[in-house]
């Protein structure tokens, strides 16, 4: 690419206009951009209490929600009168505020049930799913026992919700398929056939299975003859969960049912509100539930969903094959097998997609609603494929082709766990993109514990800075929107410890209930909404494109080496901050080459990895590949390699040899220096960021839509990073998103060298200097700032050197706090009150002390060590908030006075010590407050007098601190 020219003369105006409406979108964050919550609710609501927390969610930066009946709310009452009109209470005061709504759209969570409304009367329409025995030869019979629903998992309320009566029951009983294959030793041949002559299949000849003898708990199958020597049979069969509340996502009359049970009566009590205020509809985890049994092998580790209409389709795909593709999805690791394999699970998720997430979405767009929602995701809370749920087949939900499942959305959503980097946001980012959107939502919950926690406990002791960080984190992956996971209508009761059915233990925190909320919280939305405006108009630098290897997921299940060597390929291109994307086979199909990069439609891509990928769609998909490396685009290779073709004559294991020698093979992942080498070099022809060998810091941008380049970097711990410019002039501003200003930087140099403290976050947008720039109104010219952080001279004074104020202080508790209340009592600073006799406080408290001074002077005041969020006063007076490192707090000269100075610093930490307390879910309390000494420094003078920084217009000062 070459360098980039100045804008036109007949472009600048709507440069110039872009850039206008891009400042103001930045300072005024719409509702999509800004946090969102879901908001559980445990009961049903009075007005006042709706109006109270749609109003609480609003001040505090959350301006959308989705109401989400928890287990705790009565599964009677969800989606009757009062439950709609207290939803209707909820968007009228949401559109009052300007807010807006998305309608989750079931009881719970998991799509299909409408909290058992929709099979109610319709017991045939309950999930339905297919089983198999295997009888070996000789035999005349085989059972099929022991069967097991994962929701036993998640215990007993979670049974109460799955199932009527809180158990699982069987009935109706059928025989779908019986097919007969020839052993060699403990492996299949690829000869199968129908038994009795391979004609057909069992459901077009019952007379080959005698009869099936059904039960609540499982079957016994008896054959009209024994296996023949040398052979065994498998009967399929099928039998509907008499017991469940879920449809069987695969009957398309269910869905209608699901669809009139659970979406129609939202549209009847809000449709004034459709498509304005109500702007979305939200799936979550659609499926059926994943049932295993005794006598289960094969490759499918889950039972199939399973209908009739799913089975003609099959048999239309394949007639008279039919038996052997269903053999074939069991066992077999040749090529013809696994070809038939993958090619079945292409169809059922295909089939199912269409017949499920196709009528949910025809439905929202005829109600003039986007589609929203997310499916189960394997990787979430980590990088490898199989992080989660490791238990389950996920090819029986969607066969994992989270490529196809997001051509059914409108808008991407994502979940993801934990306060961790992980894959979930760049993921969903990457299937946004291949459909020519950009961004995702991330519905982020906490579920691993800390040390000496409890499973399901949750995470109470969540810090604002730790939320905000993750946010950021997933910001700079491609997240648009946080959906926290959740705002609590109640706060529960502690009185027992079940996991989900206690609102106090299901998926906390309640992020309202932790002390740090009300007060903390609105500065961090706002910070992230503004990151997340500022970087919608960005087609990120990324250079790697990784391959999702859908097939070989399909032939080798979601535990293969493919899922370990993915999540190995991601974090290790994260680590090295080098950009990229998953991209799927059929971006392949459209791909574009040029200059040594491979486009898939408007993005641009140096190298494509394939991580462990032993199945591809057809020898097509080598051609191009071979095309790829004949263009200079760089194709590396890590672990296993092709051998299965999808479609076509089995030569992949061939054609890859032919191709090999133009690949970068590896073993494992390469080091950092093999990984930043697949980074193009931009500082000479576009402006980039370089970020030195061992710099913590992360960083996402590139060009946006208006003409310049934008910027986002963060770091946890101090780091440095250079803007790369290409030969200038180059205007460079600095976007706060703090509080929204924009400022002019001086460059000093090429590169220019930026410097981020803790926890720092910085927005640069640079352009080609073409005069004067517009909308800049409020712009402040700070020469050769950019190698600090664009700060005036003036704002660093010379300071005495600190002293530790270790002694004096005494403890207030707020008079709100729900216990405690206005206890007055001596605290050490040396570590927290969960130590010095409140081991079960965590509320609002305030650290007093006096502070005697000689004449008033700026004072610097530091908190090396604090657990929650601060808010710091001098003589009554708010001087500042922090609630994230590094807490210091520069206190003006004009909120001080000559002799005794009051400062009180108020502490709001995490609410985990309130209920955990005599849990025995946590080993030991967490540290609430100051952990160390404070310090405090005077400035020693204060330069360019007449604009110091306190405003007093004072000259050269100093003072003394006297210690009380």
């Not at 459709?274 to 039972?303: C, I, K, N």
């Not at 038939?340 to 997609?353: D, I, K, N, V």
């Not at 640079?766 to 909308?775: E, F, M, T, W």
């Amino acid at each position: 690419m070459s360098a980039l020219p100045a804008p036109p003369a007949s472009s600048a105006s709507s440069a110039s206009s872009a850039h206008e409406t891009a400042l103001h979108r930045f300072r005024n964050p719409d509702p999509w951009h800004a946090p969102a919550a879901y908001w559980f609710w445990h009961r049903l609501p009075d007005g006042d209490t709706i109006r109270d927390q749609v109003r609480q969610m609003h001040d505090a930066g959350i301006r959308s929600f989705q109401v989400q009946a928890r287990l705790s709310y009565p599964i009677e009452g969800y989606l009757d009168d009062d439950y709609l009109a207290a939803c209707r209470t909820a968007v009228e005061t949401a559109a009052g505020l300007g807010m807006i709504v998305g309608i989750y759209d079931d009881y719970n969570w998991q799509t299909g049930h409408a909290a058992g409304r929709a099979v109610t009367g319709h017991d045939e329409l309950r999930e339905r799913h297919l089983f198999w025995v295997r009888i070996p030869a000789g035999a005349g019979e085989g059972s099929l026992s022991g069967i097991r629903s994962a929701t036993e998992n998640l215990g007993p309320a979670a049974m109460d919700w799955h199932y009527e009566g809180g158990v699982v029951a069987w009935a109706d009983w059928r025989v779908e398929y019986a097919v007969v294959v020839e052993a060699v030793g403990a492996a299949q041949t690829v000869d199968v056939e129908a038994v009795e002559g391979g004609q057909g299949t069992a459901a077009e000849r019952p007379e080959l299975v005698d009869r099936v003898d059904g039960a609540a708990e499982g079957c016994r199958v008896r054959l009209a003859e024994p296996v023949p020597d040398g052979a065994e049979a498998i009967v399929f069969v099928s039998a509907r969960c008499a017991t469940s509340r879920l449809v069987n996502p695969v009957d398309p009359v269910a869905v209608d049912r699901f669809i009139e049970a659970g979406y129609q009566p939202f549209a009847d009590a809000l449709g004034d509100f459709f498509g304005s205020t109500v702007a979305y509809m939200f799936f979550d985890q659609p499926h059926a539930v994943y049932y295993d049994w005794a006598e289960r092998t094969g490759d499918l580790r889950s039972a199939m969903p399973f209908h009739e209409s799913l089975a003609v389709s099959i048999r239309e795909r394949w007639g008279g094959r039919t038996p052997q593709v269903l053999a074939a999805v069991l066992d077999g690791d040749d090529p013809e097998r696994l070809s038939l394999r993958a090619q079945f699970y292409e169809h059922f998720s295909g089939y199912a997609m269409e017949t499920f997430l196709g009528k949910l979405r025809a439905w929202s767009h005829a109600h003039g609603l986007r589609q929203s929602g997310h499916e189960v995701l394997g990787h979430v809370g980590g990088w490898a494929l199989d992080t989660a749920f490791a238990n389950w087949d996920l090819r029986v939900n969607f066969g994992l082709d989270h490529f196809g499942v997001d051509g059914y959305r409108d808008l991407t959503a994502v979940d993801a766990q934990d306060a961790l980097v992980q894959l979930s946001p760049v993921f969903g980012d990457s299937v946004a993109r291949h459909h020519g959107r950009g961004g995702t939502m991330v519905e982020q919950y906490f579920v691993t514990p800390p040390e000496g926690g409890t499973p399901w406990s949750g995470h109470w002791g969540l810090t604002l800075q730790e939320l905000r960080t993750t946010a950021i984190n997933h910001h700079l992956q491609g997240m648009r929107q946080m959906i926290f996971h959740g705002f609590y209508q109640t706060h529960g009761h502690g009185d027992d410890h079940d996991s989900l059915r206690n609102p106090r233990f299901d998926f906390p925190p309640g992020i309202n209930f932790e002390p740090w909320f009300a007060e903390h919280h609105p500065r961090f939305a706002l910070e992230s909404a503004r990151l997340s405006e500022f970087l919608e108009p960005v087609s990120p630098q990324s250079d790697v494109a990784v391959l999702y290897p859908l097939r070989t997921v399909w032939t080798a299940g979601q535990l293969g080496e493919q899922a370990s060597a993915v999540g190995d390929w991601a974090r290790a291109l994260t680590e090295s901050r080098v950009g990229f994307h998953l991209v799927d086979e059929r971006d392949l199909d459209a791909a574009t080459v040029a200059e040594g990069a491979v486009w898939f439609g408007d993005r641009r891509y140096r190298a494509l990895v394939l991580p462990a990928v032993t199945t591809l769609r057809s020898a097509g998909s080598l051609r191009r590949l071979r095309r790829l490396t004949e263009s200079g685009v760089r194709v590396l290779a890590g672990g296993a390699t092709p051998t299965v073709y999808q479609e076509g004559p089995q030569t992949a294991a061939e054609d890859w040899a032919d191709l090999a020698p133009a690949v970068e093979m590896f073993h494992a992942v390469p080091e950092e220096a093999v990984l930043r080498g697949l980074a193009a070099r931009r500082g000479r022809t576009e402006p980039t960021l370089r970020v030195p060998a061992g710099s913590p810091v992360r960083w996402r941008g590139g060009p946006d839509t208006a003409g310049g380049f934008r910027f986002a970097c963060f770091t946890e711990a101090e780091g440095t990073v250079e803007l790369l410019l290409p030969d200038g002039p180059w205007h460079i501003e600095e976007w706060e998103a703090a509080d929204g200003t924009v400022r002019t930087l001086g460059a000093a140099g090429n590169p220019v060298a930026l410097r981020l403290e803790q926890n720092a976050l910085r927005l640069l947008r640079v352009r080609r200097d073409a005069g004067p720039a517009s909308g800049r109104a409020d712009a402040t010219e700070d020469s050769g700032a950019a190698a600090g952080h664009g700060t005036p001279e003036w704002s660093a004074p010379e300071w005495s050197a600190p002293a530790a104020l270790e002694s004096g202080w005494r403890l207030e508790v707020a008079e709100d706090s729900y216990e405690e209340a206005g206890a007055r009592r001596d605290i050490a600073v040396t570590c927290g009150w969960e130590r010095q006799g409140l081991p079960a406080f965590a509320g609002t408290a305030d650290y007093v002390r006096q502070i005697d001074l000689d004449t008033p002077v700026p004072l610097e005041l530091t908190l090396p060590d604090v657990a929650g969020a601060v808010a710091v006063s001098v003589n009554g007076l708010r001087v500042a908030e922090r609630a994230w490192a590094p807490y210091r707090v520069t206190i003006p000269a004009d909120t001080l006075r000559p002799g005794g100075n009051e400062l009180r610093v108020r502490v709001a930490p995490s609410a985990a010590n309130r209920y955990y307390s005599g849990t025995g879910l946590r080993a030991e309390p967490e540290p609430c407050g100051l952990l160390a000494p404070p310090l405090l420094r005077h400035a020693l003078q204060t330069p360019n007098p007449g604009a110091s920084p306190d405003g007093s217009g004072s000259g050269t000062r100093s003072s003394s601190i006297t210690e009380r």
